[in-house]
């Protein structure tokens, strides 16, 4: 973890003196009626240290959602985000799980099983800006539906990975080049490291370092809430259409680490989660 660190801090300082103008494209380009299939491959092996004894969690996800657009208005874009499939194979906890939605032969029963089947085909309605980020609206129930049982803050689907299909290339941008980008969300912040290596036409292939660190409050706890501390290292590689910001494929590797505080006993968690995801 100290190695990874020094080495993020001098590709930081690297890019930073050789870094391009933040001239982004103006916005994404959407249509309205339009569909975008997004297909995710998850896996996570993560140890759970409470006290002095460790728990290996092991977690592989398929799943697939459909994004449609419905309306693009002056200042956001509205669409529905509705998952048409998922499949999960859990190990933890001293229990193994499964479940899959499409199959409709075999009984599954469960806390997994319950918190799933109920997002099958249930389109969310969200909000987009024209960079791509979801807006936080008032008016929905929908972020707390997402939020969900402890089961589903632990394997984090149902579109969570949404932001990941848009990308703003600099109209300057040439291969070799990078840019830096802060970004902060409730009480994490995250800056991302971006580097331009291929451009070929419209397509544009950029690796990333990422670092994610902060407050997470999520659902679960006592008094209703959990707060985790989260310090994460990622890198990965995203392919995308620099004249529509749609990115195509997507892959990400993190090395997690975690802490939180449950009754009293101070519980950490340290591993590895590798996200894939293509677009179409």
Request: proline share 1%.
């Amino acid at each position: 973890m100290y190695k990874n660190t020094i080495q993020y801090i001098l590709f930081s300082i690297l890019i930073s003196i050789n870094a391009i103008a933040q001239n982004n494209a103006d916005k994404i380009t959407l249509l309205q009626g339009q569909k975008i299939k997004l297909t995710s491959i998850d896996t996570s092996m993560l140890t759970q240290m409470q006290g002095s004894n460790p728990m290996d969690m092991k977690t592989f996800s398929n799943s697939t959602t459909e994004i449609e657009i419905l309306d693009i208005q002056k200042e956001q874009i509205i669409a529905t985000q509705t998952l048409k499939h998922i499949a999960i194979d859990f190990d933890g906890y001293g229990q193994k799980m499964t479940y899959n939605s499409n199959d409709s032969n075999k009984k599954q029963d469960g806390m997994m099983a319950e918190q799933l089947k109920n997002k099958i085909n249930h389109p969310d309605t969200i909000y987009l800006s024209f960079d791509g980020k979801l807006i936080d609206n008032n008016n929905s129930k929908d972020d707390k539906k997402r939020g969900g049982g402890g089961m589903m803050r632990m394997m984090n689907q149902g579109g969570a990975n949404l932001e990941n299909i848009f990308l703003l290339i600099p109209n300057d941008a040439k291969e070799g080049n990078g840019w830096k980008k802060d970004n902060s969300k409730d009480d994490i912040k995250t800056q991302t490291i971006y580097f331009i290596e291929k451009i070929n036409n419209n397509i544009v292939e950029v690796s990333f370092k990422k670092k994610s660190k902060g407050i997470m409050t999520t659902k679960g706890g006592p008094g209703g809430e959990l707060k985790i501390d989260i310090d994460n290292l990622s890198d990965g590689y995203i392919i995308v259409d620099k004249s529509t910001g749609l990115v195509k494929s997507y892959t990400e590797k993190t090395q997690s680490k975690s802490k939180f505080n449950a009754m009293g006993q101070d519980i950490s968690s340290t591993g590895t989660i590798v996200s894939h995801q293509t677009i179409e």
